[in-house]
T-cell receptor, first 113, second 110 residues
């Protein structure tokens, strides 16, 4: 089992370009999350999906959209990238909506110039 | 909004010394989770505490949840170079989302 996978691992974008970060999990978990990590800021929640077919905003949703394609896949889209979106993006999943441990993917390092 | 404050931000220790990181909240925490992130890696779950006054141990790691459920700590006895990384506390939200502290970065000098 791969757990949580993310693609790409690295990406450089120019300001204004768009891209989609992909996340997939083979753990049969219901809930999936997108976080961003900036130096000295810890991890901040962008969007989450408590179950297939539902998505909700987290702490820092502006400039992002998400799609819960099916139970396995949860994608994050940047429509018009800005330098402030330079960050490391982590996808995570957990078995349910009550607090359980989260399993994180390896991350995508995004640079916007 | 909810905030979980974590101190210190950095800690440099000599191998064999002890290390403690603290997590504090102004409001009662429903639960607290601890994660470790190695340099260049992703967060990895260590433990979850739920009950007031709870203490759990994992080999050289001791986790505590305060009696008032407003603070928590992670203590490492006799640090090793393999303990290097950033340790995060996080409160679990009602939708399973996590509210992270900013982390304590531990470096260990051999």
């Amino acid at each position: 089992n791969a757990g949580v996978t993310q693609t790409p691992k690295f990406q450089v974008l120019k300001t204004g370009q768009s891209m989609t970060l992909q996340c997939a999990q083979d753990m049969n978990h219901n809930s999936m999350y997108w976080y961003r990590q900036d130096p000295g800021m810890g991890l901040r929640l962008i969007y989450y999906s408590a179950s297939e077919g539902t998505t909700d905003k987290g702490e820092v949703p502006n400039g992002y959209n998400v799609s819960r394609l099916n139970k396995r896949e949860f994608s994050l889209r940047l429509e018009s990238a800005a330098p402030s979106q330079t960050s490391v993006y982590f996808c995570a999943c957990t078995v349910g909506t009550v607090s359980y441990e989260q399993y994180f993917g390896p991350g995508t390092r995004l640079t916007v110039t | 909004g909810q905030q979980v404050m974590q101190i210190p931000q950095y800690q440099h220790v000599q191998e064999g010394e002890d290390f403690t990181t603290y997590c504090n909240s102004s409001t009662t925490l429903s639960n607290i989770q601890w994660y470790k992130q190695r340099p260049g890696g992703h967060p990895v779950f260590l433990i979850q505490l739920v009950k007031s006054g709870e203490v759990k141990k994992q080999k050289r790691l001791t986790f505590q949840f305060g009696e008032a459920k407003k603070n928590s700590s992670l203590h490492i006895t006799a640090t090793q170079t393999t303990d290097v990384g950033t340790y995060f506390c996080a409160e679990g939200g009602s939708q399973g989302n996590l509210i992270f502290g900013k982390g304590t970065k531990l470096s260990v000098k051999p």
